[in-house]
């Protein structure tokens, strides 16, 4: 059973950021939480300026990661120097995936404009690819998706970048998720886009992007096991495991979904959680 291990900020005073949603790095062959992050919305009213944020973050939590939802200049330029990880995302509205799709130039170009002009002093190790491409149930988004990974992917490594890249996934990839061990990409997607896609992962050593949120698939009756409360728990008779929380089961349904591919030594990142 993947398991996490929650990391408390050195001072919590900064109420703003007590919204802001957990990026978990965790490795799909079921290790321990290897860091803790936060997303970074800007979409809000009287929210503090990004270096202030950037300092708050860097100063007075243990947070070493945070994803932006766009390559804005002045929120790269706020992590200058703090050694936070940053996540770029190339726009949240997946309006640009076409064209990185068919232009390797419109992919230099991208990384010329959003990740050469801050790269060393904002420490970005890692591009997303959209959001949720998936779950837009665009054909034509869906069928550019991985080819956009390799066209961006390609362009970092021939600028001589050291920058992942991936994409995020809703839980609504999978067909089956209860018990976890039953976990499998929905039919049609399974071998015609998460195939080439995990093989890309495979392949790039990058990590599998998921948004698992407990809070969306809890019901008056499952709410302690949504919220880590005390529990009976779900029994999977397949593996023996005993969940006792929503979020370790559905990240090994995920899990459970990559290996029936076979592709269970991939790596799993959680770019969203609430």
């Known amino acids: 059973m993947i398991q996490s291990q929650p990391v408390l900020p050195k001072m919590a005073t900064f109420k703003t950021l007590t919204n802001l949603l957990l990026l978990i790095t965790i490795s799909s062959a079921f290790s321990a939480a290897l860091s803790i992050g936060v997303n970074y919305g800007t979409i809000a009213d009287n929210l503090p300026p990004p270096p202030q944020v950037a300092a708050?973050?860097?100063?007075?939590?243990?947070?070493?990661?945070?994803?932006?939802?766009?390559?804005?200049?002045?929120?790269?330029?706020?992590?200058?120097?703090?050694?936070?990880?940053?996540?770029?995302?190339v726009t949240a509205s997946n309006s640009d995936i076409p064209s990185l799709a068919r232009s390797p130039s419109a992919a230099s170009a991208w990384v010329s404009s959003n990740l050469?002009?801050?790269?060393?002093?904002?420490?970005?190790?890692?591009?997303?690819?959209?959001?949720e491409v998936l779950a837009t149930?665009?054909?034509?988004?869906?069928?550019?998706?991985?080819?956009?990974?390799?066209?961006?992917?390609?362009?970092?490594?021939?600028?001589?970048?050291?920058?992942?890249?991936?994409?995020?996934?809703?839980?609504?990839?999978?067909?089956?998720?209860?018990?976890?061990?039953?976990?499998?990409?929905?039919?049609?997607?399974?071998?015609v886009i998460f195939r080439p896609m995990l093989d890309y992962h495979r392949r790039t050593k990058t990590p599998f992007l998921v948004n698992p949120y407990p809070y969306f698939g809890f019901t008056p009756k499952t709410l302690n096991y949504a919220l880590f409360r005390p529990n009976s728990g779900v029994f999977d008779a397949v593996t023996g495991f005993n969940y006792t929380n929503m979020f370790d089961a559905q990240l090994d349904a995920v899990y459970s979904a990559m290996n029936r591919l076979g592709y269970g030594d991939v790596e799993i990142v959680v770019a969203e959680t609430g």
């Open 137 to 191: 149930g665009d054909k034509l988004l869906i069928s550019l998706l991985v080819p956009a990974m390799r066209s961006l992917s390609a362009a970092i490594a021939a600028a001589g970048l050291s920058v992942q890249v991936s994409t995020p996934h809703s839980l609504g990839i999978l067909a089956a998720s209860e018990p976890p061990s039953s976990g499998r990409f929905r039919r049609g997607y399974d071998r």
């Open 116 to 131: 050469l002009p801050f790269i060393p002093a904002t420490n970005i190790t890692r591009v997303a690819v959209g959001n």
């Open 56 to 89: 708050f973050l860097a100063q007075r939590t243990y947070i070493d990661r945070v994803k932006l939802f766009s390559a804005d200049p002045t929120l790269l330029r706020a992590f200058a120097g703090t050694s936070i990880a940053v996540t770029v995302t």
